[in-house]
Nanobody
C-alpha cells in the first residue's frame, strides 16, 4: 500500500506564509506527479498546484504568483510554499500522488492516492 503524510498546516495572519510538505511511502515503483488540492468550507475540492516527474508545474489561477510547488518526485516528496496568504485560502489541503505504480500491485496498474489533509487557516 501507499501512504501520504502531510505536514505544515496551521493558523496564519493575512499576508503571512506557510510551507506544506508531503512524503509518500510504501511499495512505490514510480509516481507520475504529485500535487496539492484544497477544500474550503462549503466548497468542492479544487486543484491548487501540481508537479510532474519531468519538472512541469501547474497552478490554479487563484494562487499564481503567491504559491510555489517544489519537490523531488523520484524521492516521493513535494512541498508547497504559500506566501501572501488570504482568508480565501483557508481550507483543508490534501496531497495527491498521481498515477502511482507499485511493486505489489498487478503489472500495469496505476492508482491515485490521497493524504488525510492538513488544515490551513488564514485569519487575523
Amino acid at each position: 500500500q501507499v501512504q501520504l503524510v502531510e505536514s505544515g498546516g496551521g493558523l496564519v495572519q493575512p499576508g503571512g506564509s506557510l510551507r506544506l510538505s508531503c512524503a509518500a511511502s510504501g511499495s512505490i515503483f514510480s509516481i507520475y506527479g504529485m500535487g496539492w488540492h484544497r477544500q474550503g468550507p462549503g466548497n468542492k475540492r479544487e486543484l491548487v498546484a501540481t508537479l510532474t516527474s519531468g519538472g512541469s508545474a501547474n497552478y490554479a489561477d487563484s494562487v499564481k504568483g503567491r504559491f510555489t510547488i517544489s519537490g523531488n518526485i523520484a524521492k516521493n516528496t513535494v512541498s508547497l510554499q504559500m506566501n501572501s496568504l488570504e482568508p480565501e485560502d483557508t481550507a483543508v489541503y490534501y496531497c495527491k500522488a498521481d498515477r502511482v505504480r507499485t511493486y505489489s500491485g498487478p503489472i500495469g496498474t496505476v492508482d491515485d492516492y490521497w493524504g488525510q489533509g492538513t488544515q490551513v487557516t488564514v485569519s487575523s
